[in-house]
């Protein structure tokens, strides 16, 4: 059984819900989908106003994409990059510079093989042969300590500086910077989370709830385990030992938390 799902949630403490998910498949070719997950900036003003103008952009430049360009992985990245680059300059145009802003992690899943796009701190994961793998890097901070200063990927989320990007679209020129992966299309799942759900949730966890969950229910599993669930996270001694640094820890539903799933 396919699955193509998304879900949202406000959380606990935000008054509104500034991330935007999506997940269809093409018109003219089911098998050609496009999954989007943007989270807008809660930092600066109208955030969900950068992120439903990236994903419904987005989602009109891939209806009107015919499947021959689609199915051409290269050229599609060459054309979304170059769309993504104009959908910065609009924001800009339209409200100024250090206004407002989105994440983006894209993914375009053609005949042959996957394309992953990324910009800010959002997830792109695929599940394949039990093993849960990211497949994007995290433009922020912190992703650099674990990136090149040993300190655990699961350890980022205890630093207060973990909110802080360094890649992003409606900010400014040159912070519009856009990651690119190519994936074979021999995973078994791909996932698409903002941070609302990975600054709360383990990897551990989530491949937890993938292997003990039903297809159609994984998604909302993870995304409601991220909001309602209290994890009982605290600052690991090995890392306030290690490293002197402003420490806090994470609590549910803190965040919108949000997913987009595709199961073959």
């Known amino acids: 059984m396919e699955v193509l799902d998304t879900k949202t949630d406000i959380g606990l403490i935000r008054e509104q819900n500034e991330d935007v998910v999506l ?3 093409h018109p003219d070719n089911s098998k050609i989908k496009l999954l989007i997950a943007a989270d807008g900036m809660g930092g600066k003003e109208h955030g969900e106003i950068a992120s439903k103008f990236v994903s419904y952009s987005l989602r009109k430049w891939f209806l009107n994409k ?3 360009t689609l ?3 290269h050229k599609s990245e060459q054309l979304l990059k170059r769309y993504i680059k104009v959908l910065n300059n609009n924001l800009i145009k339209d409200f100024g510079e250090d206004k407002l802003g989105t994440t983006l992690t894209l993914a375009l899943i053609n005949a042959k093989e996957t394309l992953v796009l990324n910009t800010g701190d959002s997830r792109a994961y695929i599940y394949k ?3 849960l793998i990211q497949v994007t890097e995290d433009d922020s901070d912190v992703w650099m300590y674990y990136k090149y200063g ?7 989320r205890y630093f207060t500086n973990n909110n802080i990007i360094s890649a992003c679209i409606g900010i400014c020129p040159e912070l519009c910077t856009i990651s690119s992966v190519y994936l074979k299309n021999d995973y078994d799942m791909i996932l698409l989370l903002t941070d609302g759900v990975t600054d709360n949730i383990t990897d551990r966890k989530i491949k937890k709830i993938i292997r003990q969950t039903p297809k159609d229910m994984i998604l909302s599993a993870i995304v409601n385990e991220a909001v309602y669930v209290d994890q009982h996270l605290k600052v690991p001694f090995a890392l306030k030992r290690k490293y002197t ?3 806090s820890v994470p609590y549910n539903g803190r965040d919108n938390a949000s997913g987009v799933i595709y199961i073959k």
Do not use: M
């Open 66 to 68: 015919d499947v021959k």
């Open 71 to 73: 199915n051409d992985t």
């Open 150 to 156: 040993n300190v655990k990927k699961d350890h980022l």
């Open 245 to 247: 640094a402003n420490y």
């Open 23 to 25: 997940a269809i498949p």
């Open 129 to 131: 042969d039990k093993k």
